[in-house]
């Protein structure tokens, strides 16, 4: 097949998608969302279906064992694409910061070439092929904003995402007063530490709660479960969604941790 170009003639940038496995078994609209926003952005899309999870559980519970062939897979898959993009700062972050300190020899040096090519969904959309303004700006209204602690501290991820929200869907943003502090997910953290996960979980709550938007958004899956079903089990009315699927006016099917998910 030819390759398509962009109004400027230039090849369109080939991206292979790196969906995510919470994406993937919990919540596919919002590889969905990402796939139409790439297009959208002008990118020729490919999903490699070798794709598997990063390797970041075992990481980071120190089963290199078990990560290294993961982290291995997922290179192959994605080889020979201009760029990697994830909806996730976390599964970005695995990529782009800890493949390379996880190989060695030959597969570090892939993994330093997949790093380059790596990136979190909002900051590909805002650095490297910049969104168009849609025909009809879907109105997101007031949300309160989350920020993942690897997309926030690995990869720098803050501005990127607001940024969109509010230039595609003319979202109302409020910020929230501890927007710096994890929100207890921490991928295996939750399970080995749950009273300490759900106090931390409470006070984002809280400081949610005290900005009165009623829509929490965020880039993080995991942390978005997280608080979702946390929110509901506290009777907290709060709609939890992916930037992504507000950027792409999806707002009609249930929020995260609603019936229908």
């Known amino acids: 097949m030819e390759p398509r170009h962009s109004e400027r003639g230039a090849p369109s940038p080939h991206v292979g998608l790196f969906v995510t496995c919470l994406a993937d078994l919990f919540r596919p609209s919002v590889a969905w969302a990402s796939l139409t926003l790439l297009e959208r952005a002008g990118c020729r899309v490919s999903v490699p279906s070798a794709q598997t ?6 990481y980071n519970s120190g089963d290199k064992a078990r990560a290294v062939p ?18 996730s700062g976390s599964c970005a972050g695995m990529l782009k910061v800890h493949y390379p300190r996880l190989l060695e020899g030959e597969w570090r040096q892939r993994a330093e070439h997949l790093a380059q090519r790596t990136w ?7 650095e490297v092929t910049p969104l168009p303004l849609p025909a009809n700006r879907p109105d997101a209204g007031h949300v309160a ?3 993942s602690c690897a997309g926030l501290r690995e990869l720098g991820v803050r501005e990127q995402p607001r940024h969109l929200l509010r230039q595609q ?20 953290f939750c399970a080995k530490m749950p009273d300490i996960s759900t106090k931390m979980c409470d006070d984002k709550l809280k400081a949610v709660s005290a900005t009165g938007a009623p829509t929490l958004v965020g880039g993080d899956l995991g942390c978005l479960l997280n608080l979702a079903g946390r929110a509901r089990r506290q009777g907290q009315n709060l709609q ?10 999806d707002i ?4 995260i941790g609603e019936s229908g998910d």
Request: aromatic fraction near 8%.
């Open 53 to 58: 999870c990063c390797g970041q559980p075992a």
């Open 120 to 126: 979190e969904l909002s900051a590909f959309l805002t």
């Open 169 to 188: 869907c003319s979202a109302d943003i409020a910020e929230l007063d501890n927007r710096d502090v994890c929100c207890g997910f921490g991928g295996t």
């Open 70 to 87: 993961l982290a291995k897979s997922v290179i192959r898959a994605f080889e020979g694409l201009d760029y990697v993009v994830a909806p």
């Open 252 to 255: 009609n099917q249930p929020a």
């Open 145 to 147: 904003f989350h920020d």
């Open 240 to 249: 939890v969604r992916h930037f992504a699927e507000l950027l792409v006016g």
